[in-house]
């Protein structure tokens, strides 16, 4: 498991949401339109789907490594300098179980890091005007 690969993946969308809620809202401030913002969280919605194609391609590398880990169990090669056969299979299962426990916070990883962009830019979307009124950046119209 490669945990640097979700991390690159959580900095690379919250810059990608914060470049894009900066950019609008900075538009808002400059049109003195506060629907800009709301239309910030309209983008950010959509870049949500794009996030979910992103978790359905890792969720097909993840699966891919399962698969691996339960081939492990399937082999019988031998460990030098560990001939007893329970031992083996403890280090086997073991294995796997480590796979499965790392696939599974991937995955969650991926479950919150859409589920948070969508809050988010939903949030932005319906409230986004309020907030930029009630700072005292945009008059109300």
């Known amino acids: 498991m490669n945990n640097r690969r979700e991390i690159v993946t959580v900095a690379v969308s ?11 809202g900075y538009i808002a401030i400059v049109m003195r339109d506060a629907e800009y913002l709301n239309r910030g969280g309209a983008a950010i ?16 590398a993840l699966d891919a490594t399962l698969e691996r880990a339960r081939d492990v169990g399937k ?13 083996i299979r403890r280090m086997k299962a073991l ?3 480590r796979v499965q426990i790392g696939v599974k916070s ?16 939903e949030f932005l979307h319906g409230w986004g ?7 005292g950046l945009v008059a109300r119209r």
């Open 14 to 24: 919250a810059a990608i949401v914060a470049i894009v809620t900066l950019l609008f």
């Open 129 to 135: 005007d309020l907030v930029l009124t009630a700072l």
């Open 75 to 87: 082999t019988n090669a031998r460990v030098p300098m560990l001939s007893e056969p329970s031992v």
């Open 45 to 60: 919605l959509a870049l949500t789907a794009l996030f979910v194609v992103w978790q359905i391609t890792r969720e097909t």
């Open 95 to 97: 294995a796997r179980a």
């Open 106 to 121: 991937i995955r969650m990883i991926y479950v919150w890091l859409v589920a948070i962009v969508t809050a988010f830019g």
